[in-house]
Structure formats: C-alpha cells, structure tokens
C-alpha cells in the first residue's frame, strides 16, 4: 500500500495543495483527499502529480528499426515502401530479441510519462508463417517484459487474414502475422487466463485492418471476443487505403466499419486519417476513441487527422506512439497540435474556441480517451482509478517559475528534455530520480539486440 503526500497536484476538479493519497494492495486508488495537513507516515512528495499518460498504440518490435528506414528513393518513399522495410526487418526477430526491444522500449515510454502501454500485437508466427509451439509465445515475450518494467499493458492479439481488399491472399512477407478466428479467439482466451487478477493487466481484440481481415472474419471475430472486449483497427491510415475500399465495396474505409460492424465505445480506430464530415460525425457520436499516432503519422507522411472537426462533433480521443519514432506523450501531444496549427494557419486549435490552457484540454482528453481504449480504469487522480502517477520537477529549466495550467503546457510545448521526474504505476515507484531500477540491465540486453538485428 502506498501512503503519499503530494504537495500539488491535478484532481478531476482542478488543482490542490497538499493532497494525501493511499492505494489498496492492488494498487488502486482508495483516498484522495486535498489540502490535507500533516500526515504522520505519508511519505511527501514535492513535486507536481499528473495522471499517468495511457498510450493506445504500439508495435512495440518497431521501436529497434526507428532511424534505419529514412532513406530516399528514386521513386520516391512512401508508407507502402516503408512497409517492404518494415517486413524485410522483421525476418530476423526472435522471441528473445522482441522480449530485449520491448523492455527497452518501456523504460522509455515511463521515463517520459507513458504509464500504460497497449500492445496491437500482430507479431505472431515464426519465420516463414509456422506457429510456434506455444501459439502466444511472443504475446507471452511482451508480457514478460512489462513484467520486468513494471508498465501497465493491454494486450490485443491480432487477426490478420488476406493482403488487400477483396480477400487477396497474403504476402510472403506478411505470413509471421497470419491466423484464424479461431485462432486467435483461443489467443486472447489464453491470455486472459494468464493475466487474470493481474490489476495492470487486460487483454482486447486487434483487427489489423479491413485490408486485411474480410467482412465474414471481422463479423465472427468481433462475436466471438468476451463482453466488454477493447476491439482496435487500424483504419483510413493512408488515402490510397481509401481508394481501395471504395473500389471494392463502394464506400470510404470509416463508413464501410460504421455500416457493418458493432461500433460503439469500447471501438478504438486507430488513426482514422482520412474521414470525410459525415464519417467524422457519425465516428464521434458511436463513442469510438480515434487512436492517434501524431509522431508515426507524420513519420509516415500518413496525412494530418482533423482534429478540429472531431472536437466540434465531441469525438473522443487518444495517443499512441505506433512506431515509437518518438517516445513521449509531451512530443505526441506537440506534433499533433503543430500539425493542427499549419493545415489551419491559427494558433491553440486543440484549446476550441475557448480561453484555456491547450495542453491541458489535450491531456484530459486522451486521459479519458486512453483509458477507454484500454479498457482499464486509468487517467485520474481519484477514488477507484489505477494509482498511475507522473510527478513532473518543478525545479526543472522548462518548468521552473511555472504553476498550474502552465506547467502542463510547458511540459509539452517547451522542448525535448522531459521534466518528469518520478513515475507511480498501480501503486508502485517504477521511475524514481528519473531512473528505472533494471534500466542497465535492461539496456544491455537491448545493445546486444540492437547490434545482432543491425
């Protein structure tokens, strides 16, 4: 149980002094109560508490391949290229290489204020398209790993059928992720066995894409996943992907899932890049979480998400790093309001018409986003919320002089260094003094990793 006193911090209903809260033994939130006076054993906490940030996207393999595709082409380089390098590279990934990637690459996603992780894993098979002994090996390996870091996860086994619209049959390079219903129903069975009573453990359902899983198996995937099931796709990414679906079923990707499929709150469509204004109103009125990868997407050249007409409709939102060309929400956060501000020329477009700190109104939203999307109680400091927790350094240089609403916008439109200092999941310090206690360890296994798939 944690006992704690933070002497600021940022409630549900806005800032307080001298907040002292405690945890049960699972971690969870039990008091939280402000301007609290001398605690005798509360540990104090000077510092600024915020909410541990949810992240709702991740191929977490991808995070050893970030620098080595930024090369140009002749033909010049699209996703689709990127794509080819991106099969090419996984090849040669073991198990244990993609246990070393992951833990590494937790490390950094809570060093910078990512507390939860959600896996879209679709890593599956072994070279060449052969299951491994254990069907959920590798989901067990990015299990393992948060085990060791100590990040919340949300694990999301992934169908992935055919190659392109129309049931194309699959690619070479894509037979690692390949596998049936059935499949990969018995996956998430399994894994939600593994996980079960585990309080900073769930597990989902993943549909790569409507490329790649066809109407029937989207239909008997979508049935078959247990009640309550987080259901992510990936979804109108790129406007070619656009064009395909509409050749072969008449409409654009957003609104083909909104006429055929269940969607509804527990829905995350991750990027949903490319909506038209009917698909984005009718999107943020099914309650899905557009899952967005500000840093991936403009990595590559995906297209800027509308995110001013997505809040006028109240869609609800959330940010992933994908690709993990970056691993902070602070950048996320940046990128996508930058990318905002040059499609429409103004400045604060994520504030609304309205006089209030951007990156609060950022964060609140994919707080509340991202725990949908995970489908896990995250996002607040309060009475039954996970006790995820980022304490950021006032004395930090982007931070120091600050207060309030102020220090949230510092945190994410003042540069690179990360003010956070201390990072809380589920009641745990898992970042304290910005160290994470295995991070030596940890990184070793990631260079040796790093140097043997180079």
Known sequence: MADLLFSRALLPHGWARNVHVRTDEAGALVSVEPDAGPVGGARVVDGVAV??????????????????TEVGSADGDTFWSWRE???????????????AVAAQLQVELLRHGYTALTEF??????????????????AGRILGAAGTTGIGLTLLPTL????????????????????????????????????????????????????????????????????????????????REVEACVAWSGARPVRWLLDHAPVDGRWCAVH????????????????????????????????????????EAGGAFAVGTDSHVSVSPAADLRTLEYGQRLVHRVRNVGAGRAVRSTA???????????AAASGRTLGRLAVGARADVVVLDPEHPALAGRTDDALLDSWVFSGEDTPVRDVMVGGRWVIENRRHPRQEEILEAYRATARSLV
Do not use: K
């Open 160 to 239: 992935y059928r055919t190659s392109d619209f129309g049931g194309a049959p699959p690619r070479p390079g894509q037979a690692r992720f390949v596998a049936g219903v059935d499949e990969i129903l018995d996956d998430v069975a399994r894994l939600r066995a593994s996980v079960a009573g585990h309080p900073d453990r769930a597990v989902g359902l993943a549909l790569h894409s409507l490329r790649a899983v066809p109407p029937e198996a989207l239909a008997a995937a979508v049935d078959g996943a247990p009640h309550g099931t987080p259901i992510h796709i990936h979804v109108a990414e790129q406007v």
């Open 51 to 68: 909410p541990g940030v949810p992240n709702v996207h991740s191929h977490a393999f991808q995070r050893a391949m970030a620098g080595l």
């Open 121 to 138: 894993h679709y890593l599956r098979n072994a070279p060449g398209g052969r299951p491994y002994a254990d069907p959920t090996e590798m």
């Open 85 to 99: 390098r991106m099969y090419a590279f996984l090849e040669r990934l073991t198990p244990d290489h993609v246990e």
């Open 360 to 370: 609060r109104r950022l964060l609140e939203a994919v707080w509340a986003g991202g």
């Open 272 to 311: 949903a890049t490319h909506m038209d204004p009917d698909e984005i109103r009718d999107l943020a009125a099914s309650g899905a979480v557009a899952g967005l990868c500000p840093t991936t997407e403009a990595n590559l050249g995906d297209g800027v998400f509308p995110l001013a007409s997505w809040m």
